[in-house]
């Protein structure tokens, strides 16, 4: 597992051999699993921010719209 990104309002969680990242919205308390093609789209993505734009705000906003009604509740057992 490693962190690839972190912000106030979201983690990126990588884990390479599984071609699966997590995506933690820290604020909603919520997560998104997301593998394979779908995995290589959102790096894409974050990737094709313009490097002058890629910041938290414009990768949060990304990731708003990824976990946009498909991020289920973070539940404690």
């Known amino acids: 597992m490693n962190l690839v990104y972190n912000s106030t309002h979201y983690s990126i969680l990588s884990f390479p051999a599984q071609e699966l990242f997590e995506l933690v919205d820290k604020i909603s308390v919520r997560a ?34 990824c976990c946009a009604g498909a991020a289920e509740p973070i539940r404690f057992h």
């Not at 699993?33 to 002058?52: K, Q, T, W």
């Not at 890629?54 to 949060?60: H, L, P, V, W």
């Open 32 to 65: 998104l699993l997301v593998r394979g093609s779908r995995a290589r789209e959102l790096r894409e993505a974050i990737d094709n921010i313009p490097a002058g734009e890629r910041n938290e705000e414009t990768i949060d906003a990304l990731l708003d719209d």
